[in-house]
């Protein structure tokens, strides 16, 4: 097997993750956004896509068992080089299966050991898995609107649960070291691409990392800076709004919608107060008519009738 090697750290909220493979060296900053960001994006990562595509790479590794025809794992190749660029976290499954490929020769002994078809194929189920059980514990443990459950009893409650449901965390090779010159952080040296989720999901526990969800997207963000935000920073729509920008107009539109009400209301109330000193309305029928009026404004402002037809109610 190749004797490439990888680790992986934290340093001032930046994830970075660095290889050796050879003469190659890559450095990967695994997100422009702080920590925890590319674990969220994975989260929300659609795998499921890709499944048909494992699934031609199996079939073509099982050609090239029964062939040893080296052009049957082009296509395989071709998979890693596209997976990849979907997620930082699948850089270390590009690697280390490339350099099996390569290793791969028509007089490979024991291509099954060397190149295992159900691993790779199984990749995208996995994932997904892993997807539900991580959403599963942000529900559960790190869920910021969950204020009257002490932590410790959450976490409880989480480890009490089914097998199935929960985060598999597995043993890791961590070391503590002098990083980037600048200090000591823990050092993960991933054995796989699964150690560089479990690494950044323990630790948003041990940071004890709030999640909200946005109230645009309705996707998890983590409560880093300002604890009172409800919405996040992804890109939204085809314009390269985020949700924050978004529901920033949404908040103004609803609060100038409300504001118009306000006014419509109030000009129809001065005019119907008038009426009592002019005698055309009892002070009674006019208290009827406030009363009334503020249930119909509420109904406006819930979305149950539009502002056309509020304002045709007040003038009846």
Same mark, same amino acid.
Request: aromatic fraction near 14%.
């Given at each position: ?106 007089? *490979? ?47 409880? =409650?989480?480890?009490? =649960? ?51 969800? *946005? ?27 985020? *949700? ?29 107060? =008038? ?42």
């Amino acid at each position: 097997m190749s004797d490439f090697q990888c680790k992986f750290y934290l340093l001032d909220g930046a994830e970075t993750l660095e290889c050796k493979d050879g003469n190659a060296e890559y450095a990967i900053k695994l997100a422009d956004r702080p920590f925890p960001d590319s674990l969220l994006s994975f989260v929300y990562y659609d795998i499921n896509s890709w499944e048909p595509r494992f699934h031609e790479a199996e079939r073509s590794l099982m050609e090239f068992y029964q062939t040893r025809d080296t052009t049957c794992l082009k296509p395989v190749q071709k998979l890693l080089d596209d997976f990849k660029n979907g997620h930082p976290y699948f850089f270390y499954l590009w690697l280390d299966w490339s350099n099996r490929l390569k290793q791969a020769t028509p007089d *490979c002994k024991n291509p099954t050991k060397l190149l295992p078809h159900k691993e790779l194929a199984h990749v995208p189920s996995n994932l997904a898995t892993m997807q539900q059980q991580i959403l599963r514990l942000f529900q559960t443990v790190l869920d910021a609107s969950i204020t009257d459950v002490d932590f410790s009893i959450r976490v409880q =409650a989480y480890e009490q =649960a089914p097998s199935l449901q929960k985060f598999d965390f597995q043993p890791m090779k961590i070391s503590f070291e002098f990083v980037e010159e600048k200090q000591f952080a823990e050092v993960l040296y991933p054995q796989n691409m699964y150690d560089l989720i479990d690494f950044s999901l323990r630790e948003c526990i041990r940071q004890r990392i709030a999640m909200r969800t *946005c109230k645009n997207c309705g996707k998890y963000f983590a409560l880093t800076v300002h604890g009172s935000t409800e919405y996040c920073s992804r890109v939204f729509d085809s314009r390269g709004r985020t *949700c924050k920008e978004v529901g920033a107009m949404r908040q103004y539109l609803q609060s100038h919608a409300q504001d118009e009400l306000l006014k419509i209301y109030r000009r129809e109330y001065k005019r119907r107060f =008038a009426w009592i000193r002019a005698g055309k309305i009892s002070q009674e029928a006019f208290c009827a008519w406030s009363k009334d009026a503020q249930k119909e404004k509420e109904k406006c402002k819930n979305g149950e009738i539009d502002q056309k037809e509020f304002t045709k109610w007040l003038k009846q």
